[in-house]
């Protein structure tokens, strides 16, 4: 899959119109996805509800109030909130955007949600669309809970016949940028000045996975979150970050990490 990829991109520039000019490759029997519908998605690790403040804003507010600070909420565009009044005012409002399809991510042992992601930015008519406004609570931060919502997600959407499936974070923010390329998306570039937000302004770092770099990806990751990839005490044994490096088209200006957790 590797080799058809780099293949594919070295004939990029191959095709040509009636005028001689290069133009990109053709793209046959091209047919719009429909938007994410408001289903359950479910893997082994978790299971990805449609937000629902009724049943979810409590546990959700609970779960990130277990944070010692708010360094957690540094580069999400929303919170911190300050009471559980405020957050579920939020599920009630930004979660509930009808550009959005936002998640409440479900223990399935405890049935407590523990975190929220989202897609965004969604453009069925190009193929594209983003997952993003992610908060992991302490409960699955850093667990294969975490990992496997993020292959829900992107799973989902090329099941959906996306194109492309993308990842922005401020620039400045590390621990996204490197999320991102340990879960296979490459680095594409920096938007300088792109966005204020939080009265500051952010350098939007880009990351994308393509359709056809998918298969691959999906291997890796279903390698990866396989139980016997893990020991007694639940560490991994063999890294995501390693499998899916070679995978890469381009890294980030940052190490990637020798091992994650």
């Known amino acids: 899959m590797a080799v058809e990829t780099q293949r594919r991109d070295a004939n990029m520039n191959e095709f040509q119109n009636g005028f001689g000019q290069p133009v990109g490759f053709p793209v046959k029997d091209w047919s719009p996805p429909i938007l994410p519908p408001r289903e359950i998605l479910t893997g082994h690790y978790c299971r990805l509800e449609p937000l629902d403040p009724e049943r979810h804003a409590e546990p959700l507010h609970a779960a990130n109030s277990l944070e010692a600070d708010d360094r957690g909420w540094t580069y999400v565009a929303y919170g911190p909130f300050s009471s559980i009044t405020d957050y579920r005012r939020w599920t009630e409002t930004y979660g509930q955007r009808d550009d959005h399809r936002f998640y409440a991510i479900i223990d399935p042992d405890s049935g407590r949600a523990a975190g929220v992601a989202s897609y965004l930015r969604m453009d069925p008519a190009s193929g ?8 992991f609570t302490p409960l699955i931060a ?3 809970a975490a990992t496997e919502a993020m292959h829900l997600m992107m799973r989902n959407a090329f099941a959906l016949g996306y194109r492309r499936y ?7 923010n590390e621990a996204s940028c490197l999320a991102a390329q340990r879960l296979g998306f490459s ?3 920096t938007f300088r000045q792109a966005l204020v937000y939080k009265g500051r302004n952010r350098d939007t770092a880009w990351f994308s996975i393509l359709d056809r770099e998918w298969p691959a990806l999906k291997a890796v990751h279903e390698q990866w979150l396989a139980p016997d990839n893990f020991d007694m005490q639940g560490h991994q044994i063999v890294s995501l970050s390693g499998l899916t490096a070679p995978l890469l088209r381009q890294h980030h200006w ?4 020798e091992k994650d957790t």
């Open 128 to 135: 594209s669309i983003e997952v993003g406004a992610i908060k």
């Open 142 to 144: 850093q667990q294969p």
């Open 166 to 172: 993308e990842w922005k974070c401020d620039a400045l």
């Open 187 to 189: 680095y594409e570039g």
């Open 254 to 257: 940052m190490k990637l990490p």
